[in-house]
């Protein structure tokens, strides 16, 4: 089964970062847009960033937009969310899937497929 792993979750202090990895068991990433998504207990899945694959073109959520980056390497096959100054509010499992096409489009999430497992991250004093 083509699924995506993520990896890089863990429990930080406000204000530290963490760096997840979003790696394919069976595919190439190269050929389509990876988003990143989170969910916090009791919320809805949010849309947090989005990396397209032809030109490298990022968008990010309102609330960690110049807090977060996404980057791909295609040698390595892998997606990165670089997390900084992170916040409580941040605390979700961080789920990365593919996009039906080389596009990314945050608002349509149902059409991502090859969902991880996710990572859990905890931001907390």
């Known amino acids: 089964q083509e699924q995506l792993v993520e990896s890089g979750g863990g429990l930080v202090q406000p204000g530290e970062s963490l760096r997840l990895s979003c790696a394919p068991s069976?595919?190439?990433?190269?050929?389509?847009?990876i988003g990143w998504f989170r969910q916090a207990p009791g919320k809805e899945r949010e849309g947090v960033s989005c990396?397209?694959?032809?030109?490298?073109?990022?968008s990010y959520a309102e609330s960690v937009k110049g807090r977060f980056t996404i980057s791909r390497d295609n040698v390595k096959n892998t997606v990165y969310l670089q997390m900084d100054s992170l916040k409580p509010e941040d605390t979700a499992v961080y789920f990365c899937?593919?996009?039906?096409?080389?596009?990314?489009?945050?608002?349509?999430?149902?059409?991502?497929?090859?969902w991880g497992q996710g990572t859990q991250v905890t931001v907390s004093s």
């Open positions: 899937a593919r996009s039906p096409t080389n596009g990314c489009d945050l608002s349509a999430a149902t059409l991502f497929g090859s």
């Open positions: 069976r595919f190439r990433l190269g050929y389509f847009g």
């Open positions: 990396i397209r694959s032809q030109d490298g073109t990022t």
